[in-house]
């Protein structure tokens, strides 16, 4: 692909962030971080195209170490983010009533 | 070891990654929402998932055990993270987060100059340029995450630490680390390549995250981990550019203009530029009228007396800052709040937006003790109706209520947008001790008549006016 055709694709990315990452509202900017760290763990991807062409020990060191940084993220991420929201669902809505009736 | 291992330039992969970032930007549209938002989660979650299995499908993609293991370890220390991390350390684990995936990008980029190097073809500029913006700014962004995450655990002190002539010190890294990348940049010929110098590079860009951080104060947190949040995504792009990847072109670029929209409305809610609270430690900015010393007389009030002005009020508004995040004292608050709604009070919370460490911090607490999400209140939703509340709270917050900053044009928050406490009929102000804020500024709130000091715990002093209430 060519630098010119992967900077547009940057560009566009970047309009479409900006458009839909504004509306989150302050609330939820924290699970917003976590979830973004979720994403750049997407940086895997590269690990695991770089690992294929690992010969040396040191290469595999790097490689090795750059899945487990980018599964981490991932991983943890997602988890983390999930935890997070559940306590946002509103869900426990019946907390003054005695907690009878569960939604 | 896959049967139809795929081309990486082919329609398939590509469709494929479309299909992955299109579920990140939708799971993120979902975050709009508190309801919709953990479906939003799950939904990126899935565009993830997709991301990897096709990448592992690619022709090319070998040592498998390598890739086995990494996801192995992985997956195993993320899910145990994720379970164990309390919601008052968010910060630290965003923090480490951040530095992980700006450490693995820079690892890549090192991999991926090393293995330009064995195969001693000369490199492209297209290719070169971006793998050393993404290791530059991958190794910024791990060591200055570390740094953060050191602080905010404190491991390292959080009081901002400078060393003589830092500005000048800085300056000159930056200088130097962009003349060797120029220098890496320019040798892209066969047997041109210079593995030294860009280790050298690495090192000198991890010096420089550590130094820009190092001289942040805790109260500057959540800019900074904003902005080194903002500094991955665009890494992260960076690299995506090397690998011509479009799935972490776009991913990474969504995390870019997070971090940038948050750097931005963090640093808007101070009052201040992102270079000045990066290069310009808090409090130095000016003379200004910090603590004193001199003794000021204020009122001090019990728990009890406390509750029972509570009780009698009819709309009491709570401020909750990092202080109440240090005591833990979110259930007990909410305690609070329940017993003062079934005396008939009405209560909401009043949430500035660099309350706590990192970008609503102060939400998270809060809707873990099950806070219904109504009833937290942004500042300047809340301030126009501070003048009509009886009682405000203010509970482990200090220089975001400073009415200081409002009038004071010689003190270092002047113009920072606050939480008008002070216009509120009475105030109380639970703290530890009269100790100032992180930056040692007087809040002359604690002096005002309608003032009233209830010193101890938070989590302590809440439980013990929740007790009271239930007496009366």
Known sequence: MDLVTEITILVLAAFVGFEVISKVPATLHTPLMSQTNAIHGIVVLGGLIVIGYADAPLDYVIGLLAIIFGTINIVGGFMVTDRMLEMFGGKKKNRSDSGEDHE | ?472
Request: with cysteine; aromatic share 6%; net charge negative.
């Open chain 2, 1 to 472: 070891m896959v049967a139809a291992a795929l081309d990486p330039g082919s329609a398939p992969v590509g469709l494929l990654y479309i299909l992955s970032f299109s579920l990140f930007i939708y799971g993120i549209r979902l975050g709009t929402h508190p309801t919709t938002a953990r479906r939003g989660n799950g939904i990126a979650a899935i565009g993830m998932a997709v991301a990897v299995a096709t990448t592992l499908a690619l022709q090319g993609i070998g040592n498998w055990w390598v890739i086995i293991v990494g996801i192995a370890v992985g997956t195993a220390i993320g899910a145990v993270a994720s379970k164990r991390v309390q919601m008052t350390g968010m910060p630290q684990m965003v923090a480490l987060y951040n530095g992980l995936g700006g450490g693995a990008i820079a690892l890549i980029a090192w991999a991926e100059y090393r293995h330009w190097i064995v195969e001693d073809f000369g490199v492209p500029a297209d290719e070169l340029i971006p793998t050393l913006l993404a290791m530059v700014i991958g190794s910024i962004s791990f060591w200055g995450s570390n740094v953060a995450f050191g602080k905010l655990q404190e491991l390292i002190p959080s009081q901002p630490l400078k060393v003589p002539g830092q500005q000048v010190i800085n300056a000159l890294l930056l200088v130097g680390l962009i003349a060797a990348c120029v220098y890496l940049g320019i040798s892209n010929g066969p047997g041109e390549l210079n593995e030294p110098i860009f280790i050298l590079c690495l090192v000198g860009a991890a010096v420089l995250g550590v130094m820009v951080v190092m001289p942040i104060g805790g109260a500057d947190m959540p800019v900074v981990i904003s902005l080194l949040n903002a500094f991955t995504g665009l890494s992260a792009a960076a690299a995506g550019i090397a690998l011509d990847n479009t799935a972490l072109i776009v991913g990474g670029t969504l995390v870019g203009s997070s971090g940038t929209i948050l750097t931005l409305e963090m640093a808007n809610a101070m009052n201040r530029s992102v270079p000045n609270i990066l290069f310009a430690g808090f409090g130095s900015a000016g003379g200004g009228p910090v603590a004193s010393g001199e003794e000021r007389p204020y009122r001090s009030m019990n728990a009890q007396d406390a509750a029972i002005q509570l009780a009698y009020a009819d709309s009491v508004v709570i401020v909750p800052g990092y202080g109440l995040a240090v005591a833990q004292a979110q259930h007990a608050v909410r305690e609070m709040a329940d017993e003062l709604e079934s005396k008939g009070v009405k209560v909401s919370y009043a949430i500035h937006p660099v309350a706590g460490r990192m970008p609503g911090h102060m939400n998270v607490l809060l809707a873990e003790a099950d806070v219904p999400y109504e009833q937290l209140r942004e500042m300047d939703e809340i301030n126009p109706e501070l003048p009509q509340t009886d009682v405000c709270v203010v509970i482990g917050a200090n220089d975001v209520t400073n009415p200081a900053a409002k009038t004071d044009e010689e003190s270092p928050i002047y113009g920072m947008p606050i939480i008008e406490v002070d216009e509120a009929q009475q105030v109380l102000v639970l703290k530890r001790s009269m100790s100032p804020g992180f930056a040692g500024i007087d809040n002359d709130l604690f002096y005002h008549p309608k003032t009233a000091m209830v010193f101890g715990d938070a989590k302590a002093t809440v439980s013990e006016i929740v007790s009271e209430l239930g007496n009366l």
